[in-house]
């Protein structure tokens, strides 16, 4: 038995199959009502002959653009841009010193 969000309770009982790696689908509507997203992860507590699933951590999708955030730097914002071009002036000017 897996237990749902109370407003998912009222509806019918949603069935899947486990795969013989032990995988089973989460339902959309489930998937939806918990935020659970790919990479997410998740938690099973058996109890009383059947089991629950808990979100432990919403998996939030991340980009080049969102690296600061990803490191918690908390410096001034430098476009990816500036960056390369950046490397690339202390390249020249190292390669200017030989």
């Known amino acids: 038995m897996v237990q749902f969000l109370p407003s998912i309770?009222?509806?019918r009982a949603m069935a899947g199959s486990?795969?013989?790696k032990g995988q089973v689908t989460i339902p959309k509507r489930v998937r939806e009502a918990?935020?659970?997203?790919p990479g997410s992860k998740v938690e099973f507590d058996l109890a009383g002959g059947g089991a629950r699933l808990k979100l432990v951590k919403r998996h939030a999708p991340?980009?080049?653009e969102e690296g600061t955030a990803i490191l918690d730097y908390r410096g001034p914002r430098i476009s990816i841009d500036r960056m390369h071009g950046g490397l690339a002036m202390k390249k020249a000017a190292k390669r200017a010193r030989r």
């Open 34 to 37: 918990l935020g659970i997203t």
């Open 18 to 20: 486990v795969t013989s």
């Open 62 to 64: 991340s980009s080049v």
């Open 9 to 11: 309770t009222q509806e």
